[in-house]
């Protein structure tokens, strides 16, 4: 900032009358800064991105990204959106309908997935980014004592019985915050069940899936790991950065998590706060199954572009966008960053396995990965899930589903708090 | 904040002018001058009534308002008056009134705990010899120097399962679970809460005790020790009633304060697992539900609870701070 603002003053670099693009970017390791850059550089000086960070945690961002956007912010030219807010977002129409050409070049190998989060009533409403997903994780010393075969497919059950029989603990996420509803929602689609019957639907007709046979036994997995005390004795305040802890440490079996795990594994290993050789012991597959025959619906992450409808600049805009999501910057973003790309020619590159030996299995779970519940009331339907499942000990598989589903209605309707 | 102890008045400094004490007083036609002195006040008083009115009242009427209707900023023209309805759904929720005891309880708690220890701080910043007077001040007065976010997450991080101290100090102690997760359950999750809103605004109770306290003439003490009184007798029949002010204007401003905490919580449970308090269901029904309706009908139930309090402290303590005659009426 202070440099260019010294370029400027001096009479160098871009004119005075570059136009300049917003991008509300989440926070990372400089990676959007860096393409904020690369892009401005290859405009030739058509436009210049200048990024402005927001908080931390996804709750927060859509917070201040919605209340910008309902006040028709014209500084709202590209932001950076979790998917799960995008329907909110996109129904009362504060997203700008990306042009059909711009759609169609952005989306052209992108991840089945992905895709599906960056739509809203079969409209293309953003632009897919990168994409996240979370692995199965396993200590190859655990799995091996235990005789698992981690090459075909593993279920919750079996985990559990490992974790029974060797005294050990599993790395999943039982805090009262998103990642709550993450895993639930994984487990129900993994199950072959939906959370929301009908998301598109208006808030008084909107249809809970969690008291069906996937709800319930997701609720029965959750609720055996919570009252055996499986998950750890901070298994109701652990998130994903907790559970990574948990994992490293001597009662470490599985976990479910996102990929930054293993370079955070890996930088841990190097600075001598975990073992120097834990790294060689990790091993990793596609999430684990609810039922034995169901191919299992892991979750899905990542961040897509949109810009707002209020922007006087949306055709640059989508330019930016389309320079910011080519495979080479989202190769680089993940080789750089950690985050996944959405494209699957990204995955191609050579630095990429190198970086990452886990891509393959990335990629496969990006195919199979399920959105979570597209709809304008996610955060209620989300904060309501998080209260009535956490702490997971509290689950009671034949009445917690149907009271969170009774629960949802009544607040969505505006009958009850949340 | 320093000025908040000179507004303690311990003498009756208007009292030669009005013999009858405020009480069934006559109108006397005013003199040339206290009218001069009437309008020169609101010269210097004016400007700053009318920002206070803008900036005060303007939004607490824009909040009663908007909680008459049922409005979702990302739905705005399905905007509708639904008259008293929102305040219907508020007080039949069990979520509410849990908010309440919750934010009742931590009011209360704090507040006396604070005002022991606070007064005791006060004592010895009172008594303490002149050359290390400002040094002991200073020592008080640290906690109150961290702004509450950071204090809030030293707090967390000390007593966090993972990352924690306190487990590992106090394994220790018979009884005490060394794998105790602080944050999963309302009881110790409370405590914490509550001892971190202790440990950080005591010094500024024991601030306002101590301008009381300077202000009861050292010659009423002796007297009464002269006369035989006992160390308790004194500061229980000479000491304790001639600050009756101070402690009504420390009372007021902790409970407020107490009433409306939100910083701590938000930081270490986010309310989870029982530690829900009223200001962080008015924050997430506003900010992250974005019901604006049901958020601001929150809110003003908390400004007229928060007023309410006020009125019980000032009654209760029967000091009229505004009469300029504090102590007794």
Redesign the interface.
């Known amino acids: 900032m202070m440099a260019s603002a010294a370029l400027l003053l001096a009479g160098c670099g871009p004119a005075e009358d570059t136009p300049v693009l917003t991008w509300y970017t989440n926070p990372d390791d400089g990676g959007q800064a860096a393409i904020a850059q690369k892009c401005s550089d290859a405009a030739g000086g058509a436009y210049r991105i200048e990024t402005s960070i927001l908080p931390n945690d996804a709750?927060s961002q859509r917070?201040q990204l919605?209340?910008r956007l309902?006040a028709g912010d014209t500084s709202m030219d590209i932001m950076s959106l979790d998917p799960p807010f995008i329907p909110?977002?996109a129904?009362?129409g504060?997203l700008a309908v990306p042009p059909s050409e711009v759609a169609e070049a952005t989306t052209r190998d992108t991840l089945e997935g992905a895709l599906a989060g960056a739509t809203w009533r079969d409209t293309l409403v953003t632009v897919p980014f990168w994409a996240n997903t979370q692995l199965l994780w396993y200590r190859k010393s655990v799995v091996e004592e235990a005789g698992l075969d981690m090459d075909g497919p593993v279920t919750w059950d079996q985990m559990i019985q490992v974790a029974r029989d060797q005294d050990k603990e599993l790395g999943v996420q039982g805090?009262?915050?998103e990642a709550m509803t993450v895993w639930l929602n994984a487990l129900i689609e993994s199950g072959g069940g939906q959370i929301i019957e009908n998301p598109e639907a208006p808030a008084d007709e909107v249809e809970i899936g969690l008291d069906s046979d996937a709800g319930r036994k997701a609720a029965e997995i959750i609720s055996t790991i919570g009252t055996e005390g499986l998950g750890g004795?901070?298994?109701?305040?652990q998130q994903e950065n907790?559970a990574m802890?948990?994992f490293q440490g001597d009662s470490g079996s599985f976990m479910v998590n996102w990929p930054f795990v293993w370079p955070a594994t890996n930088a841990s290993a190097e600075d001598g706060a975990v073992p120097a050789d834990l790294p060689e012991d990790i091993g990793w597959s596609v999430y684990p199954r609810t039922s034995g025959d169901t191919e299992p619906a892991p979750p899905l992450g990542g961040i897509n572009l949109g810009v707002g409808a209020a922007s006087e600049q949306q055709d640059l805009a989508w330019d930016a966008v389309e320079c910011i999501v080519s495979p080479e910057n989202q190769t680089e973003y993940f080789v750089t960053n950690g985050n996944p790309p959405s494209s699957a020619s990204a995955f191609d590159d050579p630095s990429v396995r190198e970086r990452f030996p886990m891509a393959e299995t990335i990629r496969e779970s990006l195919e199979l990965a399920a959105p979570r519940p597209q709809t304008?009331y996610y955060?209620?339907v989300s904060?309501a899930i998080q209260q009535r499942y956490?702490?997971p000990a509290s689950v009671d598989p034949e009445t917690t589903p149907a009271e969170t589903g009774q629960f949802i209605q009544e607040v969505l309707r505006?009958?009850?708090?949340? | 904040m320093s000025s908040i102890p000179t507004t303690v008045p311990a003498v009756d400094a208007e009292a030669p002018d009005d013999p009858s004490g405020g009480r069934g007083r006559r109108k006397a036609p005013r003199s040339e001058r206290a009218r001069a002195e009437a309008r020169l006040g609101w010269w210097l008083a004016g400007p700053a009534f009318f920002i206070m009115v803008a900036v005060i009242f303007y939004p607490v009427l824009q909040a009663f308002w908007d909680s008459l209707f049922s409005y979702r900023l990302t739905a705005p023209e399905e905007r509708e008056f639904v008259g008293l309805s929102n305040y219907g759904v508020i007080f039949s929720d069990p979520v509410f009134w849990s908010a309440l005891g919750v934010t009742t309880l931590i009011t209360v708690v704090t507040v006396f705990v604070e005002l022991i220890l606070g007064f005791m701080l006060a004592m010895v910043m009172h008594k303490a010899i002149k050359s290390t007077r400002g040094l002991v001040r200073t020592v008080i007065l640290v906690p109150y120097g961290i702004i509450t976010v950071v204090s809030a997450f030293a707090w967390y991080y000390m007593f966090s399962i993972d990352s924690g101290y306190i487990n590992n100090w106090f394994s220790w102690v018979p009884g005490f679970d060394g794998q105790l997760n602080w944050f999963a359950q309302g009881g110790s999750a409370l405590f914490v809460i509550m001892f971190s809103e202790i440990w950080k605004t005591t010094p500024f109770i024991s601030l306002l005790l101590l301008a009381g306290l300077a202000q009861v003439p050292d010659d009423l003490s002796e007297a009464a020790a002269v006369d035989g009184a006992s160390w308790w007798q004194r500061l229980w029949r000479v000491i304790l009633p001639n600050m009756k002010a101070a402690i009504m204007v420390a009372v007021l401003f902790r409970a407020l304060d107490a009433f409306r905490v939100f910083d701590s919580i938000f930081i270490m449970t986010n309310g989870a697992y029982g530690t829900e308090v009223l200001s962080l269901l008015a924050y997430r029904t506003s900010i992250g539900r974005l019901e604006i309706g049901l958020g601001s009908a929150i809110s003003v139930v908390l400004f007229l609870l928060v007023g309410l309090l006020a009125l019980i402290a000032v009654k209760g303590f029967n000091v009229d701070l505004a009469g300029g005659r504090g102590g007794r009426k």
């Open positions: 709750a917070e919605t209340r309902a909110e977002l129904e009362p504060f805090a009262r915050a004795p901070g298994l109701a305040t907790e802890l948990l304008p955060n209620e904060t956490t702490p505006g009958e009850s708090l949340l």
